[in-house]
């Protein structure tokens, strides 16, 4: 009579290595795209620099601002479309056969993602900086240079996080991503519009207020901080990625739980 040997399952280590590494690989494409862009992006400001030689009014001043992080927050949004390539829900019954159970092993998944969003953030931020400082040696910028307060840096990786997090919950909760982030984004706008068409002044600045709000979205993510003549705020924007971080994170949370019963 033959029996039959069960390997124990792995530590969870073991299974966040893979998974990086694993990531790592199916990200190549896109790290390689994302290395021309920030390559395309030095040589226009290095062009521009150059041009500008000798001209006192069109001297350049290149540097991170808050609005800087429009760029990687997109890089955050996409990402899980392409952590996730050709493994919408459908196609994900292979996370029978692991020895990981599913919720476990989706979230580790997304949390591999997530670190090669960070570095990706990194190598964003040294780029910004290190581009600045040749773009000034070029042209002998002189004039005042921006300064960007501590917190400011912070932006990047907040706003790309978030970003992250409600991208991945629509790619691993649906079949038909896009779908629902074009039909949150039409019904958003739409809601507005009847708002503001049957003059219901409260709940127009209500609905409006998700986005733009003291708390919006624009807060958390596109480093809009601006409270009118008061500069930037960041106790707006602690308090605003805290919520929305939060909302994210209770978001991937009920996909994974959802996904991991079915």
Not at 57 to 82: C, E, K, R, Y
Not at 86 to 110: F, G, I, N, Q
């Amino acid at each position: 009579m033959t029996t039959i040997a069960l390997h124990p399952a792995p530590r969870w280590k073991t299974v966040a290595k893979e998974q990086i590494s694993a990531v790592g690989v199916a990200l190549r494409t896109e790290s390689i795209l994302f290395l021309c862009a920030l390559g395309l992006i030095a040589v226009l400001a290095i062009i521009n620099a150059v041009r500008a030689i000798g001209h006192v009014h069109n001297q350049s001043d290149f540097g991170f601002g808050p609005a800087g992080t429009i760029p990687i927050t997109l890089v955050g949004f996409v990402l899980p479309f392409s952590v996730w390539r050709s493994e919408d829900p459908a196609r994900r019954s292979y996370h029978w056969a692991m020895p990981a159970a599913r919720a476990p092993h989706t979230l580790t998944k997304t949390a591999a993602g997530w670190l090669w969003l960070m570095a990706a953030v990194v190598t964003y931020l040294v780029f910004i900086v290190v581009l600045g400082q040749v773009v000034a040696h070029i042209d002998g910028y002189g004039g005042p240079q921006h300064h960007v307060p501590a917190w400011q840096w912070v932006l990047p990786f907040t706003s790309a996080t978030i970003a992250y997090l409600l991208g991945s919950t629509t790619v691993i909760a649906s079949d038909h991503p896009w779908r629902w982030i074009m039909g949150v984004i039409v019904a958003y706008a739409v809601t507005l519009m009847v708002f503001n068409e049957l003059g219901w002044d409260g709940a127009t600045r209500a609905w409006d207020g998700i986005v733009n709000g003291y708390h919006g979205l624009r807060a958390a993510i596109f480093g809009d901080v601006r409270v009118r003549h008061e500069g930037a705020s960041a106790a707006r924007w602690i308090s605003a990625t805290a919520i929305w971080g939060a909302l994210g994170a209770l978001m991937l949370a009920g996909a994974l739980l959802r996904r991991g019963d079915e």
